[in-house]
């Protein structure tokens, strides 16, 4: 009988180990590659040692200091990682997707064919493809538009001079919901110096939403292409034709944004290396 109660009770143990592993490291899978992982990783380290030196060492007002610390740490997890809480509440009830609606595909092709116009002029540009996570705020900043997605209407927000060129563009299903509006700027410390405004609002944006921004380059005309706070610079409109499908079609993200990587051979922070001054 005794031992029938030991074999339970090593059961329920190693249940209780494998599913707190398995939630540890989802957790950090999803954090991986973001700037909250760094924080993560450093904050488990420093708790793990603070807690065996006060178990070796016996320092009881330490110890007794910690386990009151909990409570304000939940609360600051919260704050610091707000923005990948929030895209992770808006994965948990995001519905697979494993086609494309003709609808959509003409929104892609719609939006590609405008970022090449834009590219081969040379005229600034900053278009956002909402996903999961709603924009409302952002486009509240701009005027609404609520029209279909047309090449030569995007093309014609962005030309120099108009009201509404200096601002993002925001996507949403078939309709541009909003044009003139203003994104939030990174503050990223590892973005490259040269990156102006118009790149790091891209970054911005998708630091905080899971939407996707393609820029345009008023210097160069290049394109760029920014997810999940990582940008891509000097794509050219097929490689983005088949991200965009890729990423829309509900295919695993990361895959699809690290086959993208490979191909420009970008550098470990996910921006390309370039010697001109990036608007």
Known sequence: MAWHSIQGLVLNDLVQIIALWTVYYYIFLFFKGTRGAQVLVGLVLALLILLLLTRVLSLDVLTWILQRFYVALGVALLVIFQPEIRRALAELGKQPVFSLSPERRTVIDHVVQAAELLSEHKIGALIAIEREIGTRTIQESGVKLDAKVVPELLATVFYPHTPLHDGGVIVSGNLI???????????????????????????????????????????????????????????????????????????????????????????????????????
């Open 177 to 279: 919901k909003a044009a003139g509006c203003v994104f939030p700027l990174s503050q990223n410390p590892d973005l490259q110096k040269t990156l102006g405004t118009r790149h790091r609002a891209a970054v911005g944006l998708t630091e905080e939403t899971d939407a996707v921004v393609i820029a345009v380059s008023e210097e160069t005309g290049a394109l760029s292409v920014c997810y999940r706070g990582r940008l891509s610079q000097g794509i050219d409109g097929e490689r983005l034709r088949r991200f965009l499908t890729a990423l829309l079609k509900g295919r695993k993200e990361e895959s699809a944004w690290r086959r993208m990587q490979e191909k420009l051979d970008l550098t470990p922070t996910g921006i390309a290396q370039s010697n001109q001054r990036s608007e």
